[in-house]
């Protein structure tokens, strides 16, 4: 099933798609309240249709901070190397845990600020996102699939300069509009275990990223095992799982984004993420 957060008479609402409609959802304010609650009933209301709906990220607002994943793929682990050997060159024989702050998730169509002033060396990075649907503590390999709500795509937008000047990748990462999220969450069961998923940008029409999630080195099973084995993993939680190769910094010269352009992030069977750069 997809779902989506989108606008109606200026309020949010929580739908679910059903031939081409969207249908309100009756037992969720939003869609933290889905998740938390397990379970989608869809009203008799008027649909409308889903390629004429006002779409907002479907997470507008998470409640803790999305974690991501560093150098998950690892052909973008080689690009990211080269560009800066001292920020990125290093063994991983463990996950890179980092989080991105996210006040509010840019949604489908948003526009995203360049910060000029502040960021020379913009970039994006198509991942997919996983939501977890049901408090995650100790959690057993077999038992970790149960745990993902769903899926969805975000462009984990990336200022390079003060990702690698601040050593942490905090700041980087998290300024306002730096995570657009969409256009849906397709619920676990429609995707399958373990997701196998085309994951591809573009950049003004151009192709940048052409991957698929299962070049995916660790993936949600082992990220929901070993992160569970120490803190609880809150219903709603958001986990970013890296992006692969393809990204601006990974040319010769590098191609960051500039004011004007667009970037397409499509995954399969979830959907196309477009945003410009104002
Ligand atoms: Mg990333």
């Given amino acids: 099933m997809k779902l989506y957060t989108y606008l109606q008479d200026g309020k949010e609402r929580v739908g679910a798609e059903r031939d081409g409609y ?82 509010e998730a840019a949604a489908p169509g948003a526009e995203i600020d360049s910060y000029a002033g502040l960021v020379k060396k913009l970039d994006y990075e198509c991942e997919l996102a996983f939501i977890i649907g049901k408090d995650a503590k100790n959690v057993a390999r077999e038992d970790a699939p149960g745990y993902i709500f ?14 690698t000047d601040h050593k942490q990748w905090y700041f980087g990462k998290s300024l306002d509009g730096f995570t657009p999220m969409g256009p849906c969450i397709v619920t676990a069961d429609e995707i399958g275990y373990p997701p196998v998923l085309a994951v591809k940008s573009y950049v003004n029409g151009e192709p940048r990223q052409n ?3 299962e070049y995916m080195v ?24 890296g992006t692969p190769a393809g990204v601006g910094m990974g040319f010769d010269p590098p191609r960051f984004l500039k004011s004007g352009d667009e970037v397409v992030c499509e995954i399969e069977g979830i959907g196309r993420l477009i945003n410009k750069i104002r």
């Fill in 22 to 103: 969207i249908y309100p959802v009756k037992n969720a304010e939003d869609m933290l309240s889905l998740i938390r609650g397990g379970e989608v009933r869809i009203s008799d209301e008027n649909g409308i249709k889903a390629d004429e709906a006002v779409l907002c990220a479907p997470i507008p607002r998470p409640a803790q901070d999305v974690i991501c994943l560093g150098i998950n793929y690892t052909e973008h682990g080689r690009e990211a190397a080269e560009y800066n050997k001292e920020a990125f060159l290093r063994e991983r024989p463990y996950a890179i845990y980092f989080s991105k702050r996210v006040s």
């Fill in 211 to 213: 991957s698929s999630t």
């Fill in 150 to 163: 769903g899926y969805t795509v975000i462009n984990d937008i990336s200022a390079r300069d003060l990702q």
């Fill in 218 to 241: 660790f993936d949600p099973v082992h990220i929901i095992t070993e992160l569970s084995q120490g803190m609880t993993l809150k219903a709603g939680t958001v986990i970013a799982t």
